[in-house]
């Protein structure tokens, strides 16, 4: 078992060691430009973890001396901004701070919110009903993956009405969501295909 406290200590955790892999892959390729869009891909990825803060004029600037404390100023490119070395290894950056949203259902997450949002706000139509069993759908899978037991339609559209304050009401007897029988037939599936992938 690979535990967190067994790896070596991150410049800075709040980036994960996701993005301190990709610095340290980065560091390895020989290729000066190579290596440099490589950097630049991975400073578009700490962007989208501080989508808060993306309109601040020095937010690239901090993302560009985020990447040089975590690559321990070891990475050979030619930095479009200005680095600020730190005058002490204790020094801590400005941490970034992460989006906060409430999310009232967390076992279908804020991006079925966002689209249950736009369905209440869009024209009656074939558009809007064809997007509407779409989230539909996936609404149910998230059920099925959090709980086999609490998956049915009906709660799927109750769901639904509530979440778009009852602007969209999913017509259960002219609209077929996906079988149970088909979600249970796509999990045994991934499952079998994660069991091969570790052998």
Same mark, same amino acid.
């Given at each position: 078992?690979?535990? *967190?406290?067994?790896? /070596?200590?991150?410049?800075?955790?709040? @980036?994960?060691?996701?993005?301190?892999?990709?610095? /340290?892959?980065?560091?390895?390729?020989?290729?000066?430009?190579? !290596? +440099?869009?490589?950097?630049?891909?991975?400073?578009?990825?700490?962007?989208?973890?501080?989508?808060?803060?993306?309109?601040? /004029?020095?937010?690239? %600037? #901090?993302?560009?001396?985020?990447?040089?404390?975590? $690559?321990?100023?070891?990475? &050979?490119?030619? @930095?479009?901004?200005?680095?600020?070395? =730190?005058?002490?290894?204790? $020094?801590?950056? /400005?941490?970034?701070?992460?989006?906060?949203?409430?999310? !009232?259902?967390?076992?279908?997450?804020?991006?079925?919110?966002?689209? $249950?949002?736009? +369905?209440? =706000?869009? *024209?009656?139509?074939?558009?809007?009903?064809?997007?509407?069993?779409?989230?539909?759908?996936?609404? %149910?899978?998230?059920?099925?993956?959090?709980?086999? &037991?609490?998956?049915?339609?009906?709660?799927?559209?109750?769901?639904?009405?509530?979440? =778009?304050?009852? #602007?969209?009401?999913?017509?259960?007897?002219?609209?077929? +969501?996906?079988?149970?029988?088909?979600? +249970?037939? =796509?999990?045994?599936?991934?499952?079998? %295909?994660?069991?091969?992938?570790?052998?």
């Amino acid at each position: 078992m690979d535990y *967190n406290t067994r790896r /070596e200590k991150m410049a800075m955790p709040e @980036y994960g060691r996701g993005v301190q892999q990709m610095v /340290e892959h980065c560091k390895s390729i020989a290729d000066r430009n190579e !290596r +440099l869009r490589c950097a630049k891909t991975i400073i578009a990825t700490m962007a989208n973890m501080a989508v808060q803060t993306a309109d601040k /004029e020095d937010f690239q %600037k #901090k993302l560009w001396n985020h990447l040089a404390i975590i $690559a321990n100023y070891d990475l &050979d490119i030619d @930095y479009p901004v200005e680095i600020e070395r =730190t005058d002490s290894d204790n $020094a801590r950056p /400005e941490q970034l701070p992460y989006p906060q949203k409430h999310i !009232r259902r967390r076992h279908y997450g804020a991006i079925v919110e966002e689209f $249950a949002e736009h +369905l209440a =706000t869009m *024209n009656d139509g074939a558009e809007r009903e064809e997007l509407t069993m779409l989230v539909a759908n996936h609404m %149910k899978r998230d059920l099925s993956n959090w709980s086999a &037991d609490s998956m049915s339609d009906e709660k799927v559209a109750d769901d639904m009405a509530q979440y =778009t304050d009852g #602007k969209i009401q999913i017509d259960l007897d002219n609209n077929q +969501l996906i079988s149970d029988g088909e979600l +249970l037939s =796509t999990r045994v599936q991934t499952s079998v %295909k994660k069991k091969k992938g570790k052998k």
